[in-house]
């Protein structure tokens, strides 16, 4: 009926009908996304190797800029207890980093880190 005009559209049928219009975007957006990380490579145990060895290397030798740069990029917090010290960050931030051998100095993320300790 609102199609043919016998009937005017309504502000909450209208906002309704934008909703679900947003919605079904979101949909189509998530579709993609998840569509392309299937065709995505996955962490395999020599991608994994590659990358240890690389990521230790620069660890080890690397510029202090660029040591903390790679902490920056991989980690979220670093707590420090009396007795432990605990590192936490995204897995899916970890495995980008091995997908993309994000090992060498120009794609480094530089972030505001958060330090504290645990007390």
Not at 51 to 68: A, V
Request: charged share 35%; glycine share 6%.
């Amino acid at each position: 009926m609102v199609e043919n005009g016998l009937v005017e559209v309504d502000a909450a049928l209208k906002d309704r009908l934008q909703g679900l219009r947003d919605d079904r975007e979101r949909a189509r957006e998530a579709l993609a996304r998840i569509t392309i990380q299937v065709d995505e490579p996955t962490v395999d145990e020599e991608r994994l190797s590659t990358f240890s060895r690389l990521i230790r290397e620069k660890l080890q030798t690397g510029d202090i800029s660029y040591r903390k740069a790679y902490i920056r990029g991989l980690l979220d917090t670093i707590e420090v207890g009396h007795e432990t010290i605990r590192l936490r960050g995204s897995k899916s931030a970890l495995e980008r980093a091995i997908l993309t051998e994000q090992t060498n100095d120009k794609v480094v993320r530089s972030l505001v880190q958060e330090w504290r300790t645990t007390e």
